[in-house]
């Protein structure tokens, strides 16, 4: 199966016109405003995979990358091209911000270490490096100054809230926005050929969920190969 041949900007834009519909801004904007503590990877990459589908763009879910059992499994094949969904909430980008600012020294790392020892930021940078001829749709749940009493993880959530006001931080949401681009930025400079798409928000009552699309058309070294990239 040859993945180079599908149009993948075309597929992009039905991607990015899914998030747009109705149908999936409703569902996931529910789920954040009734669930914030869950991490609604599979219900994005369902609604998206049922919308594509409705659009007469072939999708589905739950695929192998190929016959054999132990292939990687993706969660969406779009178009014969496989498709990864990573589901983050906002104090992860301190995590995620770090390993893509320190890339070179953080790859040497990640074929040692467990799956369950992995932080948020290298799986950001796996799922990164895999996206030769394959999507990375990354999403990242900013549940407000003031999360719900269950919020996933509440200790590090108000623990990062706070460490935003010892360094003077007082406008989280602004402060998450400068960190996604910094990482969308640095991310984009040490892989050439990459591109990455912003999908439209979803808004959930306090909560507000950001998509971004990543792919590279063309070989690339992963991500560390090389000097460290710069921060904008």
Sequence with gaps: MKTG????????????????????QRAVSTAIEWAPEIKHETLVATMLSSVLNKNKTNSMREVRSDRLRRSRRYDIKIDQVPLEAKYHFEFDIESIHCSVTQAASELSHLGSKS??????????????????????????????????????????????????????????????HEKLNEVVNMSSTALPGLVVCRLQNVLGGNACLSTFLFFCPGPHEPLGVGSIPRAF
């Design 5 to 24: 041949s599908v149009d993948h900007a075309y597929v992009s834009q039905a991607i990015s016109a899914a998030f747009e519909t109705e149908e999936l």
């Design 115 to 176: 799956q369950s020892s992995w932080s948020a930021g290298d799986a950001f940078l796996k799922e990164l490096n895999r996206t030769r001829n394959s999507f990375f749709l990354w999403s990242i749940c900013d549940r407000g100054p003031n999360p719900a009493m269950t919020a996933c993880m509440r200790k590090n959530l108000v623990a990062w809230h706070r460490s935003l006001g010892r360094r003077g931080i007082t406008d989280s949401a602004a402060y998450l």
